[in-house]
């Protein structure tokens, strides 16, 4: 019996045209396996709404056609459902699919989609926002508010307004609580990594894993500026963790106490909170093809 099977394509994420993209997975997608529909996201939230009717309808997949963002809107809508998610690539970092071994390709990403092949993965949870890859807060946090002002918005121009940023960005003080331990941290930026990169092949927490239902905390100290790029390439070549500025705490229930208003990001979409942010993991609560 053929699955139904929604393809949600964000038409601008990544810069890249989506236009021939139907046409493209027809070419590629399992007519045996599958009976396929598109559908083009009109505006934020909007992949979030078409993926909890698709799932409410019963359908088997929900692809997100996009970025981390639109992963991010399917994925939320489809957790405590009975529908698997898919993931074309389609953003600038890609780091769940990176982490999840999905072709970058479109070509390869729907060839994989044929196996039909599944894993549950966990949803980690800041305040009320679930996210599947990283949150964070503190630069990197700052960086996504920035980040998504940019008309190009690809790799290079991530890092060059990294650079920029980084000059005049200071620290914060931190209360945090993690598994009921208290720890007081001076912090550049503290992501909370459920996979273990940003994207891009970009490693803040080497060791973490999508199915373990724990959150690597990762605490970025204060560091000299002259670093800032060797503290870039550690990430790249898996050894952040070796710094002394990095440390990792791994839990399963983090509180962090800050002095003003913290900004967050919830896998790259920036978003503003209060002084308290509460992370919490839901196991293996999400299907998703790889």
Known sequence: MKKNILFVINPISGGKNKRNFPSLAKQHLDTHVYNADFISTAYAGHAYELARKAAGEGADVVVAVGGDGTINEVGTALVGTG????????????GLARSLGI???????????????????????????????????????????????????????????????????????????????????????????????????????????????????????????????????????????????????????????SVTNALVHIDGEAKETGKEIFISVDPLSLSVLY
């Open 83 to 94: 529908t698997k998610m898919g993931i074309i690539p389609c953003g600038s970092g890609n």
């Open 103 to 257: 072709p970058l390709t479109w070509k390869g990403a729907l060839m994989r989609l044929n196996g039909f092949r599944s894993r549950l993965i966990d949803t980690g949870i800041l305040n009320e926002h679930r996210f599947f890859n990283m949150a964070g807060t503190g630069f990197d946090a700052h960086i996504s508010s920035e980040f998504a002002s940019l008309k190009g918005r690809g790799f290079g121009g991530y890092v060059k307004k990294a650079f920029t940023e980084v000059l005049n960005y200071q620290p914060g003080h931190y209360k945090l609580t993690i598994d009921g331990e208290v720890y007081e941290r001076e912090a550049f930026m503290i992501s909370f990594a459920n996979s273990s990169q940003y994207g891009n092949n970009a490693y803040i927490a080497p060791r973490a894993l999508l199915d373990d239902g724990i959150i690597d905390v990762c605490i970025v100290k204060p560091f000299p500026l002259y670093l800032f790029i060797s503290m870039g390439l550690r990430m790249f070549a898996k050894t952040s963790e070796q710094s002394r500025y990095v440390e990792i705490i791994k839990g399963r229930s983090v509180r962090i106490e």
